[in-house]
């Protein structure tokens, strides 16, 4: 509950910042805020705008964040093997060597991440590697680089924008519409209107995103499964089952191997539950 609030938080506090510039910028340029093309236009600038911003810091911010170490020069057996085994993946996968990183967490977790597929980051965390045996974890990360192949995180980052676009749109088209007149639409009243539309509508939106995010997982899955093999990528999710609960959040967390479930519904889950992939892996042929 607590790491499914802190990921709308998050999202919801940049879709805000980007909020108060677009209304700078708004009411510098003159713009009608009710309902004019001009404002449709305005706020896919700013929706796209935030959400590439995010993308493009993307991997800069994940090894920040988990405080992952880039292996440079392979300083045992171990990274020489992570290094050989996700070239070998890649060159299967048909993209360029992504970076891989190896950051300390006890939860049994891996990520990807960057802005294209030139540009790209494979990680595990230290948890993962001790409770997972050879063929689990390069199922795992079979799953990482098939998302990077997807271009998932572009593809994500469209609907990211899509949404943002659409919540800063109606917000400003309920907000003008209640608040009538010109000076209180250029008022506190109609600028708070506005921040409380966008936190509201900002929630919904991210069934949206989380949706697609479970899309994106099965097919990960199946990347997987033609890369590694499918027994050993239904072993790793039976031995993610066993784990503790996923420590990432944002987009690292969408991207991650594991997610978490949510006391408050599938819903506002990154990731499909565990016993659901496995179920579309021993389907698949």
């Known amino acids: 509950m607590k790491r499914i609030l802190l990921f709308l938080a998050t999202n919801i506090a940049i879709l805000l910042v980007v909020s108060v510039v677009f209304n700078i910028v708004i009411a510098a340029t003159g713009i009608d805020a009710r309902g004019s093309a001009g404002l449709l236009i305005f706020c896919a600038l700013f929706g796209f705008g935030g959400a590439f911003v995010s993308l493009w810091i993307s991997r800069w911010m994940a090894i920040r964040s988990t405080r992952a170490r880039v292996i440079e020069q392979p300083q045992n057996q171990s990274e020489e093997w992570l290094i050989r085994t996700v070239q070998q993946q890649a060159q299967k996968a048909g993209i360029p060597m992504p970076q891989v990183a190896v950051y300390q967490s006890p939860s049994p977790n891996a990520f990807a991440t960057g802005r294209s597929k030139n540009h790209s980051l494979v990680a ?162």
């Open 124 to 285: 595990v965390s230290t948890g993962l590697l001790q409770s997972m045996n050879a063929d689990e974890v390069e199922a795992v990360l079979a799953h990482e680089v098939s998302h990077i192949a997807n271009g998932d995180m572009v593809t994500l980052t469209l609907i990211q924008g899509v949404v943002n676009t659409f919540v800063m749109f109606f917000a400003r088209i309920i907000a003008s519409a209640t608040a009538r007149g010109d000076n209180q639409r250029g008022g506190l009243a109609y600028y708070g209107l506005v921040m409380l539309l966008e936190v509201v509508f900002g929630i919904l939106a991210s069934v949206i995103v989380m949706w697609f995010s479970r899309q994106r997982e099965f097919r990960a899955d199946a990347g997987s499964a033609d890369i590694a093999g499918k027994q050993k990528m239904i072993a790793a999710l039976r031995r993610l089952q066993q784990g503790r609960e996923s420590e990432l959040d944002g987009t690292m967390l969408a991207f991650g191997i594991k997610g978490k479930r949510s006391t408050i519904g599938k819903l506002f889950m990154s990731h499909p539950p565990l016993e659901e992939r496995i179920h579309a892996l021993e389907q698949r042929r």
